[in-house]
């Protein structure tokens, strides 16, 4: 059960949320070089009790990422290195014998933490990666038989390189349709590149702010919910989902859980842009964050080298906007 302070949440408004999405990017920006969009989406998550799947090449600062973002919203933090031999107790923790006290503990694994990191997740076989299941989609965790609560608030971020598949196991459409988002972290441009290595080079360590705490961040995903959403808005989004779901390039379209995530992140975006509604523009930006990792090409059309990016595209194309 999630505690909200109800006197904290009638403190917050539409312009304290703008101000706040303001100062996690500028926060996280003094050691993440250029990557505002990327700081906005994972925040917009996080908003939305969601979790996020990161994927890009070693070296683009992933990790340093999710710590720094962590650490600016005064949560607690913990990562983990995935690897073949890891075991599901190793995330969720075990059951031990203490014998001075003749009984039983539980050994409380790195789960229970606000902010995890999933380094590497699909270097793990498909039994530990289902550890993460329960966790991503209820806020809790069955241990021999007794289910422990998760800290509020809880997110996932998992990384995966895309381009090496050696030693690696695929996660499974059920892990996937966890992630509300998949987000492509890329190679910094030029200037942003630039602006890295002299930053390197001065070796000086950025002085990061805790600028939230536990509680503030459970009252703003609060708040999320009171966003207004017109009914034209809601049917925007079903034309969205349904034509995924009967478009000839299509193998499976998205499920009803993905028209939840667009609604929802809809109204974060529309809460961290000073606005108490949404408009036909925010599930636009945000329908290929959502949409990308749920949709599957027939093989056909993958042979044919025609990308999801594309038939999302042609599909907001097509629909009329309310």
Same mark, same amino acid.
Request: hydrophobic share 45%.
């Given at each position: =059960?999630?505690?909200? !302070?109800?006197?904290?949440?009638?403190?917050?408004?539409?312009?304290?949320i703008r101000n706040f999405s303001n100062a996690v990017i500028r926060e996280v920006g003094k050691v993440?070089?250029?990557?505002?969009?990327?700081?906005?989406?994972?925040?917009?998550?996080?908003? %939305?009790?969601?979790?996020?799947?990161? #994927?890009?090449?070693?070296?683009?600062?992933?990790?340093? +990422?999710?710590?720094?973002?962590?650490?600016?919203?005064? %949560?607690?933090?913990? *990562?983990?290195?995935?690897?073949?031999?890891?075991?599901?107790? !190793?995330? +969720?923790?075990?059951?031990?014998?203490?014998?001075?006290?003749?009984?039983?503990?539980?050994?409380?694994?790195?789960?229970?933490?606000?902010? +995890?990191?999933? !380094?590497?997740?699909?270097?793990?076989?498909?039994?530990?990666?289902?550890?993460?299941? #329960?966790? =991503?989609?209820?806020?809790?965790?069955?241990? #021999?038989?007794?289910?422990?609560?998760?800290?509020?608030?809880? =997110?996932?971020?998992?990384?995966?390189?895309?381009?090496?598949?050696?030693?690696?196991?695929?996660?499974?459409?059920?892990?996937?349709?966890?992630? =509300?988002?998949?987000?492509? @972290?890329?190679?910094? $441009? $030029?200037?942003?590149? @630039? #602006?890295?290595?002299?930053? *390197? /080079?001065?070796?000086?360590?950025?002085?990061?702010?805790?600028?939230?705490?536990?509680?503030?961040?459970?009252?703003?995903?609060?708040?999320?919910?009171?966003?207004?959403?017109?009914?034209?808005?809601?049917?925007?989004?079903?034309?969205?989902? @349904?034509?995924?779901?009967?478009?000839p390039q299509i193998l499976l379209g998205a499920s009803p859980r993905a028209s939840i995530v667009l609604?929802?992140?809809?109204?974060?975006?529309?809460?961290?842009?000073?606005?108490?509604?949404?408009?036909?523009?925010?599930?636009?930006?945000?329908?290929?964050?959502?949409?990308?990792?749920?949709?599957? +090409?027939?093989?056909?059309?993958?042979?044919?080298?025609? /990308?999801?990016?594309?038939?999302?595209? *042609?599909?907001?194309?097509?629909?009329?906007?309310?």
């Amino acid at each position: =059960m999630v505690v909200i !302070d109800e006197k904290l949440l009638e403190q917050i408004n539409v312009e304290n949320i703008r101000n706040f999405s303001n100062a996690v990017i500028r926060e996280v920006g003094k050691v993440i070089v250029g990557k505002k969009d990327l700081i906005r989406n994972i925040l917009i998550v996080l908003l %939305c009790r969601g979790h996020v799947l990161l #994927e890009g090449v070693p070296g683009v600062a992933k990790t340093e +990422l999710a710590k720094t973002f962590a650490k600016t919203l005064g %949560c607690d933090f913990k *990562r983990i290195q995935f690897t073949p031999d890891l075991l599901p107790s !190793d995330i +969720l923790g075990s059951v031990i014998f203490d014998q001075q006290k003749a009984q039983f503990y539980l050994r409380r694994g790195p789960i229970f933490t606000n902010i +995890l990191l999933a !380094d590497e997740i699909n270097r793990a076989p498909p039994k530990t990666q289902a550890a993460l299941l #329960e966790s =991503m989609q209820e806020f809790q965790v069955t241990i #021999e038989g007794k289910t422990n609560l998760l800290n509020h608030p809880f =997110m996932v971020l998992a990384t995966q390189n895309p381009l090496e598949q050696e030693g690696t196991y695929p996660l499974p459409e059920a892990q996937i349709d966890r992630f =509300m988002f998949r987000l492509i @972290v890329d190679y910094p $441009d $030029d200037k942003e590149e @630039v #602006e890295l290595l002299l930053k *390197r /080079s001065l070796q000086a360590s950025a002085d990061v702010k805790s600028i939230a705490s536990p509680d503030i961040i459970v009252a703003l995903q609060e708040y999320i919910n009171r966003i207004y959403v017109d009914p034209s808005i809601i049917a925007y989004i079903k034309d969205l989902i @349904v034509k995924t779901r009967n478009d000839p390039q299509i193998l499976l379209g998205a499920s009803p859980r993905a028209s939840i995530v667009l609604l929802n992140s809809a109204r974060a975006l529309a809460a961290i842009s000073g606005r108490e509604y949404v408009i036909p523009d925010d599930v636009k930006n945000l329908a290929f964050n959502t949409l990308n990792h749920r949709l599957i +090409l027939r093989p056909e059309i993958e042979l044919e080298g025609i /990308s999801i990016k594309r038939i999302i595209e *042609r599909i907001l194309e097509s629909t009329p906007i309310p």
